[in-house]
């Protein structure tokens, strides 16, 4: 059995403080909750968060990482400086990381395996654009984003991942995939996993990400092969998100 996971990515949100005040109040919306709750704030307030979740069923995510140990590398931040703080995901290869920032599937390998070494879980990223999808090349494009970031990786290993499929058309835009269509995509990328890791594809958790919200976390968890989502915009507000939770863990 798969433990739902449900993580909130603030993306650039929240200052200290709003961070703080935001955790204390999740914390006793999700209490004695039988999903796997994640909060993934800015760096900055990566080490309040943390603190605030003492003693909660909240684990705390990092949104990126470098997969150096440390050098001149101005602006990155190390595995284990997240390990250290408390860290115990980490966002890898996000839709904004690869188009912003210049992410590949190399680059994302190497954080994923970076993340791994420090004994974090990586919640690997992979989706297709809107272009894509109407080129009708979504399983190309998820299979090659898949075996790029899985690439050297046992199937033990594998089987402790968490993998979020976010199509890029549905971030941020308030357009979501149909429960039919996200549950279509997350069972392709099941049996891409099954060809790389065999049994390890019964065990990982994949979850679904863009534009999840409370009215339609139900239908989305109820699929046989979604195991949680990856929430954003409605992750900012204690409500929405506990939301969420309460909805994942009654579907």
């Known amino acids: 059995m798969r433990k739902p996971i449900i993580a909130g990515n603030w993306k650039m949100h929240k200052t200290v403080q ?5 955790t204390k109040a ?34 705390v995510g990092a949104q990126n990482v470098y997969w150096e140990e440390k050098g001149a590398f101005t602006g990155e931040i190390s595995p284990g400086m997240l390990k250290e703080v408390g860290c ?20 994302v390998n190497k954080r994923v395996k970076a993340v791994l070494n420090e004994g974090m879980v990586p919640i690997i990223c992979v989706g297709e654009t809107l272009d894509e999808r109407e080129q009708g090349i979504t399983e190309k494009v998820v299979r090659t984003q898949v075996e790029g970031a899985l690439k ?50 019964d065990r990982v958790r994949i979850q679904y990400g863009g534009s ?14 979604i195991d949680g989502a990856l929430v954003g915009g409605a992750s900012l507000e204690p409500e929405s998100f506990g939301g969420i939770v309460k909805g994942a863990a009654g579907a």
């Not at 709003?18 to 935001?22: I, L, N, S, V």
Request: with cysteine.
């Open 18 to 22: 709003e961070a703080k005040d935001f």
């Open 26 to 59: 999740l914390a006793d919306m999700v209490a004695n909750s039988q999903v796997e709750v994640v909060l993934c704030p800015p760096f900055t307030a990566l080490a309040a968060v943390v603190e605030a979740a003492e003693g909660t069923n909240i684990a």
């Open 88 to 107: 115990k995901y980490v966002i890898v290869g996000h839709s904004e990381r690869r188009q912003y920032f210049g992410e590949t599937d190399e680059t």
């Open 152 to 201: 050297g990786l046992d199937a033990a290993t594998v089987a402790g991942l968490v993998i979020a499929y976010e199509p890029v058309w549905a971030i941020g835009t308030g357009k979501t995939a149909s429960e039919e269509d996200a549950q279509g995509v997350i069972a392709y990328i099941r049996s891409v996993i099954k060809e790389l890791a065999q049994d390890s594809a």
């Open 212 to 225: 999840v919200k409370p009215a339609n976390i139900v239908g989305l968890m109820q699929q046989p092969d």
